[in-house]
C-alpha cells in the first residue's frame, strides 16, 4: 500500500492579488515645514494679557483697516505636491515687485523636497534669492532643512512619548553672519491638565511657560519668564484665555 499525492492543476493554483501601492500624501505648505519643532518652544511672553474668544454671530464682522499695500496669494495642492505664489505691491509704473514662489514635493512616503525662490525689483535694484528645502519624516522624529544663498535652517523634532516632546533647531544668517543654536521640550501632563514648555539657546537665553487649563470652565492660564544672560534682561509674562 502507499500513499499517492494529487497534484492540482496550473489553472486550479490560487492567485495573488497585485499588491495596491498607497498614493504619496500631499507634503503641506513651505511655511509648515519646521512647524512640528517650532510648536515645541514656548511662545515668548511679557505684561499680563487677557484674551477672549468668542463668536457674536455668524453674520457679524467688525474690520478696519488702511489700504496702504495689497499682495496675491494663490495655492494648488495636488495629490503629491504644493505649489504657491504670493505678489506684494506689485507697481506697473514704477515697475517694482515682490514675487515669492515654494514648491514642494513628495518623493517617498517619508521624504520631501523643494524650494523657494524670492524675487524683487524695484527702480534701481533687482535680485533673487534661491532656497532648497527637503524634510525625512520617520515614525517617531523628523529633520528638516533649508539651505539658500541667504543662510540655512535646519531642525530636528522628536517624540519620546505621548508626554515628551524636544526639537532642536539651527539658524545661520549670510548676511547678519550671525548662528544661533536652540533647544526646546515639551512636557505633557494629562492628569494635571498642565503643558510645559522650556527652551535654552546659544545666546544664552533660558525660558519657560507653564499652561493650565481649568476644567469644566473654558478658560486656560500660562505663565512665563525668560532671562537673557547675555545682556542681563528680564521678563515674565502672564496671560488668562477664556474660551
Same mark, same amino acid.
Given at each position: 500500500?502507499?500513499?499517492? @499525492?494529487? @497534484?492540482? &492543476?496550473?489553472?486550479?493554483? &490560487?492567485?495573488? %492579488? &497585485?499588491?495596491?501601492?498607497? +498614493?504619496? &500624501?500631499?507634503?503641506?505648505?513651505?511655511?509648515?515645514?519646521?512647524?512640528?519643532?517650532?510648536?515645541?518652544?514656548?511662545?515668548?511672553?511679557?505684561?499680563?494679557?487677557?484674551?477672549?474668544?468668542?463668536?457674536?454671530? %455668524?453674520?457679524?464682522?467688525?474690520?478696519?483697516?488702511?489700504?496702504?499695500?495689497?499682495?496675491?496669494?494663490?495655492?494648488?495642492?495636488?495629490?503629491?505636491?504644493?505649489?504657491?505664489?504670493?505678489?506684494?505691491? +506689485?507697481?506697473?509704473?514704477?515697475?517694482?515687485?515682490?514675487?515669492?514662489?515654494?514648491?514642494?514635493?513628495?518623493?517617498?512616503?517619508?521624504?520631501?523636497?523643494?524650494?523657494?525662490?524670492?524675487?524683487?525689483?524695484? +527702480?534701481? $535694484?533687482?535680485?533673487?534669492?534661491?532656497?532648497?528645502?527637503?524634510?525625512? %519624516?520617520?515614525?517617531?522624529?523628523? *529633520?528638516?532643512?533649508?539651505?539658500?544663498?541667504?543662510? *540655512?535652517?535646519?531642525?530636528?523634532?522628536?517624540?519620546?512619548?505621548?508626554?515628551?516632546?524636544?526639537?532642536?533647531?539651527? $539658524?545661520?544668517?549670510?548676511? =547678519?553672519?550671525?548662528?544661533?543654536? %536652540?533647544?526646546?521640550?515639551? #512636557?505633557? #501632563?494629562?492628569?494635571?491638565?498642565?503643558?510645559?514648555?522650556? #527652551?535654552?539657546?546659544?545666546?544664552?537665553?533660558?525660558?519657560?511657560?507653564?499652561?493650565?487649563?481649568?476644567?469644566? @470652565?473654558? !478658560?486656560?492660564?500660562? =505663565?512665563?519668564?525668560?532671562?537673557?544672560?547675555?545682556?542681563?534682561?528680564?521678563?515674565?509674562?502672564?496671560?488668562?484665555? !477664556?474660551?
Amino acid at each position: 500500500m502507499g500513499n499517492t @499525492l494529487g @497534484l492540482a &492543476p496550473m489553472g486550479a493554483l &490560487p492567485r495573488r %492579488s &497585485p499588491r495596491r501601492e498607497e +498614493p504619496l &500624501p500631499n507634503p503641506g505648505s513651505f511655511d509648515e515645514l519646521h512647524r512640528l519643532c517650532k510648536d515645541v518652544f514656548p511662545a515668548q511672553m511679557e505684561g499680563v494679557k487677557l484674551v477672549v474668544n468668542k463668536v457674536l454671530s %455668524s453674520h457679524f464682522q467688525t474690520q478696519q483697516a488702511k489700504f496702504l499695500t495689497w499682495q496675491f496669494d494663490g495655492e494648488y495642492r495636488g495629490d503629491d505636491y504644493t505649489a504657491t505664489l504670493t505678489l506684494g505691491n +506689485p507697481d506697473l509704473i514704477g515697475e517694482s515687485v515682490i514675487m515669492v514662489a515654494h514648491f514642494l514635493q513628495s518623493l517617498t512616503h517619508r521624504l520631501v523636497l523643494g524650494g523657494e525662490l524670492v524675487y524683487h525689483r524695484r +527702480p534701481g $535694484e533687482e535680485g533673487a534669492i534661491l532656497t532648497l528645502a527637503g524634510k525625512y %519624516s520617520a515614525v517617531h522624529w523628523v *529633520a528638516t532643512l533649508n539651505v539658500g544663498s541667504g543662510g *540655512a535652517h535646519a531642525s530636528y523634532y522628536h517624540k519620546a512619548n505621548e508626554q515628551v516632546q524636544v526639537g532642536v533647531e539651527f $539658524e545661520a544668517n549670510t548676511r =547678519l553672519q550671525d548662528t544661533t543654536f %536652540s533647544f526646546g521640550y515639551h #512636557l505633557t #501632563l494629562p492628569q494635571a491638565n498642565m503643558v510645559f514648555r522650556g #527652551l535654552v539657546d546659544s545666546n544664552w537665553c533660558v525660558g519657560a511657560v507653564l499652561e493650565k487649563k481649568m476644567p469644566p @470652565l473654558p !478658560v486656560t492660564l500660562a =505663565l512665563g519668564a525668560f532671562l537673557n544672560h547675555w545682556r542681563n534682561r528680564f521678563h515674565c509674562g502672564f496671560t488668562i484665555t !477664556v474660551g
